[in-house]
């Protein structure tokens, strides 16, 4: 006679109540600033320009600092918000974050604007890794966390859209600094709210930060970018290739190092999971293609099309609408088709609009607004499909590591973008410019001009009519030919990244009831054999702005 044993079935995950609820809505306002802070300052480069006078260098340092020093203290952040408590962290980045800001707005130099982003871009990687991270911690039904990320993401997407509006109105009454001043009212909301309805998390038994890591991390990926950013405006030369190879070198021994702790920053073994080291190159070279054209399409609609900080920014209100209905609709396509053939199709979709875009003269309103909805739409499936792969391979006590990964991945992305394709298009406007101004410009407005299409406006409107008309001519066509070659390129990254995705990720599926079935995704620890603590709740794919 044989006894039959019931096996108890697993408790399910509890419900978040409405504390978690009003929780999400503080964390979605902290993501809103993230994002703005960077769309608001692409607005406000023209008048920054003229005020300021940087020359090209300075002012893509002062573009891309921000999200230099963001990705190269992500890790680090995320990982200390582990030790200290992510909660706690939150806060003292938002306090800072606000305090910088003021200084920011009232910058009187390049290099004192270019300081304060720095100090910016160090607040902000608090941001993302500590609100994702908590997300996880507060929502563990896999139902209500799908809807809570949702919202997550959709905040992401309307700063996107805020920001250009509210700093369009601002540049309209005040000058460039005011667009930092954005920032205090809502980091005020968060200081007030956060401890009053933010649980707070921190891993069990954390060890202490490894300095010596956080450094080598930092040293590793500023030294690489710093090259690749050399080599892009000034070609391969002794000191970008002397910078990508410390960076290698340091890398290498920030990754040996890792290896050997107990208690490492970066749990190396998650780059053993498929799915996990191709999200993370699928999210990067996504993150490049999106923040490099942005950047093109934020300074045509202002200095080629003529149009006020205000009306730019109601004109890119389309494309962030585009990103909040394809980050929306995403989650149902998902149940229905593979996410690497999501990610594919979306790709493949922004690599058309990009291919619009390359279409696109000194007059091409309508074509660059139809471009970029069909971008936004086509790409905003594809960073929550791979931020939720990434982290959700982490186990509970390393999601604030795991999300400073993710993001790191996404914030170098974009610096890479905004370095790497606005370092050549400053190449191939400078080139053209060159070629096409006539000895009657004089020699000062014709240096101004080369430097950058800001300076060729402001230089313009101090000449005679008919040489002023001129010289917005040949700029405005140089400016136009680097953005078309920028979108080409982006286009071409597009379709690449679109295989990469198609063939790396094709086994991982989505079930019926929205849970991730992928046996390679689960962590190296679960592989080897060794006991997880607190295992993961089920991770459903969704997209993140």
Not at 292 to 313: C, E, T, W
Not at 387 to 416: D, H, K
Not at 478 to 503: E, N
Request: aromatic letters at 6%; proline letters at 6%; one cysteine or more.
């Amino acid at each position: 006679m044989s006894t039959v044993t019931d096996t108890p079935l697993p408790e399910a995950p509890p419900k978040a109540g409405r504390r978690e609820w009003i929780g999400l809505a503080v964390l979605a306002l902290a993501c809103l600033l993230y994002v703005m802070d960077l769309t608001v300052l692409h607005l406000a480069v023209p008048s920054l320009s003229e005020d300021l006078q940087p020359s090209s260098a300075q002012l893509l340092w002062i573009i891309d600092i921000y999200g230099f020093m963001v990705a190269g203290f992500l890790i680090t952040m995320g990982t200390l918000g582990d030790r200290i408590g992510r909660r706690k962290l939150l806060l003292i980045g938002a306090a800072a974050f606000g305090a910088v800001s003021v200084l920011a707005a009232f910058s009187t130099t390049p290099e004192m604007l270019i300081a304060s982003r720095a100090l910016l871009g160090i607040a902000g990687a608090t941001i993302a890794p500590s609100t994702l991270s908590l997300i996880f911690a507060m929502f563990q039904d896999p139902g209500q966390r799908t809807r809570a990320i949702a919202v997550w993401i959709s905040a992401f997407s309307a700063g996107s859209a805020i920001g250009p509006v509210l700093g369009g109105l601002l540049l309209e009454q005040f000058w460039w600094g005011s667009v930092f001043l954005l920032a205090l009212p809502v980091m005020a909301a968060l200081l007030i709210l956060g401890p009053i309805v933010l649980p707070e998390y921190k891993a069990p038994d954390a060890g202490r930060l490894d300095l010596i890591s956080a450094a080598l991390s930092l040293v590793a990926i500023l030294s690489i970018i710093f090259g690749l950013k050399q080599t892009a405006q000034d070609g391969i030369g002794p000191l970008s290739s002397a910078a990508v190879l410390l960076g290698l070198i340091v890398g290498g021994i920030f990754v040996r190092r890792q290896l050997r702790l107990a208690d490492p920053m970066i749990d190396l073994r998650l780059f053993r999971i498929p799915a996990f080291s191709a999200s993370l190159v699928v999210n990067v070279l996504t993150i490049f293609v999106a923040v490099g054209y942005f950047l093109f399409v934020a300074q045509y609609l202002q200095l080629v099309l003529g149009l006020s900080p205000l009306q730019a920014g109601l004109w890119s209100l389309p494309s962030a609408v585009g990103f909040i209905v394809g980050s929306n609709v995403a989650p149902r396509i998902v149940r229905l088709v593979r996410p690497a053939y999501l990610m594919g199709a979306g790709l493949a979709l922004s690599a058309v609009g990009l291919g619009v875009l390359t279409q696109v003269g000194a007059d091409g309103l309508a074509a660059v607004v139809l471009a970029s909805v069909v971008i936004s739409l086509g790409l905003a499936p594809v960073f929550g499909l791979t931020t939720e792969l990434i982290v959700g391979s982490a186990p509970p006590e390393r999601a604030g590591a795991a999300s400073g990964m993710s993001e790191t991945g996404a914030e170098l992305g974009g610096a890479l973008g905004i370095s790497i394709l606005g370092s050549i298009g400053v190449a191939i406007y400078r080139g053209d410019i060159a070629k096409g101004l006539s000895n009657d410009i004089p020699a000062a407005a014709a240096s101004a001009a080369r430097d950058t299409l800001g300076g060729a406006v402001g230089a313009a409107a101090e000449l005679p009519n008919e040489l002023g008309t001129v010289l917005l001519d040949v700029a405005r066509q140089a400016f136009v030919q680097g953005m078309v070659v920028a979108a080409a390129i982006s286009a071409f990254v597009a379709v690449g990244v679109a295989l990469v995705a198609l063939i790396a990720l094709r086994d991982v599926r989505m079930d019926p009831d929205g849970e991730t079935a992928d046996p390679s995704s689960s962590p190296a620890s679960e592989r080897e054999g060794r006991p997880r603590p607190d295992p993961r709740p089920t991770v459903t794919p969704v997209p993140e702005c």
